[in-house]
Protein backbone atom coordinates (compact mmCIF):
# COMPACT_ATOMS: atom_id res chain seq x y z
CA UNK A 1 0.00 0.00 0.00
CA UNK A 2 1.43 3.49 -0.94
CA UNK A 3 1.41 6.13 1.51
CA UNK A 4 -1.66 7.87 -0.23
CA UNK A 5 -3.45 4.91 -0.18
CA UNK A 6 -2.85 4.52 2.93
CA UNK A 7 -4.08 7.51 3.94
CA UNK A 8 -7.45 7.56 2.54
CA UNK A 9 -7.95 4.40 3.80
CA UNK A 10 -7.60 5.38 7.22
CA UNK A 11 -9.64 8.48 7.01
CA UNK A 12 -12.41 5.74 5.84
CA UNK A 13 -11.75 3.49 8.86
CA UNK A 14 -11.73 6.50 11.22
CA UNK A 15 -15.54 7.88 9.39
CA UNK A 16 -16.97 4.14 10.36
CA UNK A 17 -15.47 4.46 13.74
CA UNK A 18 -16.79 7.81 13.75
CA UNK A 19 -20.45 6.60 12.76
CA UNK A 20 -19.83 3.68 15.53
CA UNK A 21 -19.01 6.37 18.05
CA UNK A 22 -21.95 8.39 16.85
CA UNK A 23 -24.73 5.62 17.27
CA UNK A 24 -23.31 4.99 20.33
CA UNK A 25 -23.87 8.46 21.82
CA UNK A 26 -27.15 8.62 21.06
CA UNK A 27 -27.74 4.50 22.52
CA UNK A 28 -25.68 5.91 25.32
CA UNK A 29 -28.54 8.66 25.65
CA UNK A 30 -31.46 6.08 25.63
CA UNK A 31 -30.42 3.85 28.18
CA UNK A 32 -29.20 6.37 30.54
CA UNK A 33 -32.46 7.34 31.84
CA UNK A 34 -33.12 3.51 32.52
CA UNK A 35 -29.56 2.67 33.54
CA UNK A 36 -28.25 3.78 36.71
CA UNK A 37 -24.35 4.43 35.12
CA UNK A 38 -23.86 5.04 31.72
CA UNK A 39 -23.10 1.65 29.37
CA UNK A 40 -20.40 2.00 26.60
CA UNK A 41 -20.63 -1.27 24.44
CA UNK A 42 -20.02 -1.44 20.43
CA UNK A 43 -22.73 -2.51 18.17
CA UNK A 44 -20.25 -4.95 16.94
CA UNK A 45 -16.92 -7.60 18.53
CA UNK A 46 -14.73 -10.26 17.12
CA UNK A 47 -16.14 -12.82 19.59
CA UNK A 48 -16.96 -15.78 17.36
CA UNK A 49 -19.70 -18.41 17.71
CA UNK A 50 -17.22 -20.46 19.92
CA UNK A 51 -16.81 -17.53 22.44
CA UNK A 52 -13.53 -16.60 21.12
CA UNK A 53 -11.53 -14.35 19.34
CA UNK A 54 -8.61 -16.24 17.44
CA UNK A 55 -6.42 -13.67 16.11
CA UNK A 56 -2.80 -13.21 14.05
CA UNK A 57 -0.73 -10.45 14.70
CA UNK A 58 2.33 -8.82 12.87
CA UNK A 59 2.49 -5.86 14.94
CA UNK A 60 5.84 -3.84 15.61
CA UNK A 61 3.95 -3.74 19.92
CA UNK A 62 3.30 -7.94 19.51
CA UNK A 63 5.66 -7.58 23.20
CA UNK A 64 2.50 -6.21 24.53
CA UNK A 65 -0.04 -8.28 23.78
CA UNK A 66 -0.28 -11.20 25.85
CA UNK A 67 -0.29 -8.35 28.97
CA UNK A 68 -3.28 -6.64 27.25
CA UNK A 69 -5.24 -10.17 26.61
CA UNK A 70 -4.58 -11.49 29.98
CA UNK A 71 -6.38 -8.45 31.39
CA UNK A 72 -9.23 -9.34 29.39
CA UNK A 73 -9.14 -13.28 29.23
CA UNK A 74 -9.10 -12.81 33.01
CA UNK A 75 -12.42 -11.21 33.50
CA UNK A 76 -14.04 -15.03 32.60
CA UNK A 77 -16.24 -14.19 29.38
CA UNK A 78 -14.98 -14.52 25.84
CA UNK A 79 -11.03 -15.38 25.34
CA UNK A 80 -8.59 -14.15 23.38
CA UNK A 81 -6.41 -17.38 21.60
CA UNK A 82 -3.77 -17.26 19.01
CA UNK A 83 -5.20 -18.42 15.12
CA UNK A 84 -4.21 -22.06 14.10
CA UNK A 85 -4.55 -23.95 10.72
CA UNK A 86 -7.76 -25.44 12.46
CA UNK A 87 -9.28 -22.13 13.08
CA UNK A 88 -10.91 -19.43 11.40
CA UNK A 89 -9.12 -16.31 11.99
CA UNK A 90 -11.28 -13.46 14.05
CA UNK A 91 -9.30 -11.07 14.30
CA UNK A 92 -5.89 -9.92 12.09
CA UNK A 93 -3.61 -7.26 14.38
CA UNK A 94 -1.16 -5.06 12.25
CA UNK A 95 0.56 -1.64 11.69
CA UNK A 96 -0.14 1.62 9.37
CA UNK A 97 2.13 4.32 9.60
CA UNK A 98 0.14 7.64 8.77
CA UNK A 99 1.25 10.98 9.71
CA UNK A 100 -2.37 12.53 8.55
CA UNK A 101 -4.30 10.72 11.39
CA UNK A 102 -3.84 11.80 14.91
CA UNK A 103 -5.00 7.64 15.66
CA UNK A 104 -2.58 5.76 17.68
CA UNK A 105 -4.93 2.88 17.08
CA UNK A 106 -8.17 1.42 16.06
CA UNK A 107 -10.52 -1.41 15.90
CA UNK A 108 -12.71 -2.13 12.72
CA UNK A 109 -15.20 -4.41 12.17
CA UNK A 110 -15.75 -6.45 9.25
CA UNK A 111 -19.32 -7.23 8.76
CA UNK A 112 -18.92 -11.04 7.83
CA UNK A 113 -15.56 -10.88 7.94
CA UNK A 114 -12.06 -10.91 9.71
CA UNK A 115 -12.01 -7.67 11.91
CA UNK A 116 -9.16 -5.44 11.98
CA UNK A 117 -7.01 -3.60 14.89
CA UNK A 118 -4.65 -1.20 13.31
CA UNK A 119 -1.83 1.01 15.11
CA UNK A 120 -0.45 4.08 13.73
CA UNK A 121 3.38 3.58 14.08
CA UNK A 122 3.86 7.59 13.92
CA UNK A 123 1.86 8.56 16.41
CA UNK A 124 2.57 4.99 18.84
CA UNK A 125 6.15 5.78 18.75
CA UNK A 126 5.63 9.22 20.34
CA UNK A 127 4.46 7.53 23.27
CA UNK A 128 5.89 6.10 26.46
CA UNK A 129 6.03 1.97 26.93
CA UNK A 130 3.05 2.19 29.33
CA UNK A 131 1.28 4.35 27.27
CA UNK A 132 1.25 1.73 24.39
CA UNK A 133 1.00 -0.75 26.32
CA UNK A 134 -2.50 0.50 27.19
CA UNK A 135 -3.45 1.51 23.84
CA UNK A 136 -2.95 -2.38 22.86
CA UNK A 137 -4.86 -3.40 25.57
CA UNK A 138 -7.57 -0.59 25.00
CA UNK A 139 -8.01 -1.69 20.96
CA UNK A 140 -8.30 -5.15 22.61
CA UNK A 141 -11.37 -4.06 24.85
CA UNK A 142 -12.46 -2.54 21.25
CA UNK A 143 -12.47 -5.99 19.72
CA UNK A 144 -14.44 -7.48 23.03
CA UNK A 145 -17.21 -5.53 22.42
CA UNK A 146 -16.43 -2.16 24.47
CA UNK A 147 -16.76 1.18 23.37
CA UNK A 148 -14.78 4.11 23.99
CA UNK A 149 -15.24 5.92 27.22
CA UNK A 150 -14.92 10.49 27.74
CA UNK A 151 -15.68 12.78 30.18
CA UNK A 152 -15.55 11.40 33.60
CA UNK A 153 -14.26 8.29 32.95
CA UNK A 154 -10.26 9.45 32.62
CA UNK A 155 -9.16 6.19 34.71
CA UNK A 156 -10.63 3.38 32.40
CA UNK A 157 -9.05 1.78 30.04
CA UNK A 158 -11.73 2.29 27.61
CA UNK A 159 -10.85 6.10 28.02
CA UNK A 160 -10.97 7.34 24.55
CA UNK A 161 -7.62 9.63 24.44
CA UNK A 162 -4.64 6.92 24.26
CA UNK A 163 -2.17 9.96 25.13
CA UNK A 164 -3.58 10.44 28.76
CA UNK A 165 -4.01 6.66 29.64
CA UNK A 166 -1.44 5.01 31.64
CA UNK A 167 -3.48 2.01 32.74
CA UNK A 168 -2.91 -1.42 30.94
CA UNK A 169 -5.47 -3.00 32.35
CA UNK A 170 -9.37 -3.09 32.53
CA UNK A 171 -10.63 -1.07 35.39
CA UNK A 172 -13.74 -0.92 37.45
CA UNK A 173 -15.69 0.74 34.88
CA UNK A 174 -14.54 -1.44 32.06
CA UNK A 175 -15.28 -4.47 33.81
CA UNK A 176 -18.77 -3.07 34.47
CA UNK A 177 -19.45 -2.49 30.92
CA UNK A 178 -17.94 -6.33 30.02
CA UNK A 179 -20.13 -8.04 32.61
CA UNK A 180 -23.26 -6.46 31.03
CA UNK A 181 -22.01 -7.61 27.83
CA UNK A 182 -20.86 -11.45 28.72
CA UNK A 183 -22.79 -12.01 31.95
ZN1 LIG B 1 -11.06 3.62 21.63
Keep these: MNAC ?3 SFIKKVTSVLLG ?13 SAAP ?29 PSGISG ?23 DVYSKGEATYGLYVPIIGGQDKIYFNI ?5 LPSTNQK ?7 GHAI ?22 NTKPQSHDKSDFNKLWK
Design 20 to 32: IILGLLVLDGFLS
Design 122 to 126: YMMDK
Design 145 to 166: GLGDHYSGYSGALMYGYGNSNK
Design 37 to 65: TTVHLLSRNAVDGGNKIHYNAATEYEDYL
Design 134 to 140: SVVAHEL
Design 72 to 94: WNNLGGPKFAKDTASTVQDLKIS
Design 5 to 7: NEL
